[in-house]
């Protein structure tokens, strides 16, 4: 995707919704962080397309939430904006980028490792129904219930 731009995200949180949507399907887990930290959005014309909410502790900025719309997805607008939220966390004096997704979703880790990450820990059993995903989910023929923490370092080139 060409002409796309990447800005700061000021308002209504609830307009993203269904953005966060497309990065958890916890309705219960969204809710608990859908106002925390400071959000990015990449812009089509007018249109969001795309969105990536960073939760800065100290020197270490979380990734908690990201997608770009189904319909703009494999044209670079998810590395455009991971290269924003590189920036913006640099900025922030952060050190360190943590993000976690599920350890089924195969075609995230390559996202985040092609974008420098390395694999920090798994946390089994994380995504069930008490946490509020859908019992039995798979994810490409894998169970969606464990979790996978990576992490980047900000110093130097990104
Ligand atoms: C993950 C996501 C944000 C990537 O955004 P994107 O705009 O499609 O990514 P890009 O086009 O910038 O791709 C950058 C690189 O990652 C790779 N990549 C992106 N998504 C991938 C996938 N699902 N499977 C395999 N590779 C993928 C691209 O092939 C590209 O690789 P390259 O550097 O070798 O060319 C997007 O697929 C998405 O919104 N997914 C659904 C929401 C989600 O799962 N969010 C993360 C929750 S933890």
Do not use: C, K
């Amino acid at each position: 995707m060409d002409e796309h731009s990447i800005r700061r995200y000021d308002g209504d949180r609830e307009a993203l919704r269904p953005l966060f949507r497309e990065a958890d399907d916890s309705e219960q887990q969204i809710d608990s962080y859908l106002d925390l930290g400071d959000v990015l959005v990449a812009e089509h014309g007018d249109q969001i397309i795309g969105h990536l909410q960073l939760i800065t502790d100290h020197e270490t900025a979380e990734l908690n939430s990201m997608a770009v719309a189904a319909n703009q997805r494999g044209t670079g607008v998810g590395r455009a904006l991971m290269q924003a939220a590189i920036e913006y966390s640099r900025q922030q004096a952060a050190t360190r980028l943590l993000v976690a997704t599920a350890t089924a979703d195969i075609g995230n880790l390559r996202f985040y490792q092609r974008q420098g990450f390395r694999f920090l820990r798994v946390e089994r059993d994380v995504f069930g129904t008490a946490t509020g995903y859908p019992d039995n989910h798979l994810i490409d023929g894998i169970p969606l219930r464990d979790r996978v923490w990576l992490d980047r370092d900000l110093g130097g080139e990104s």
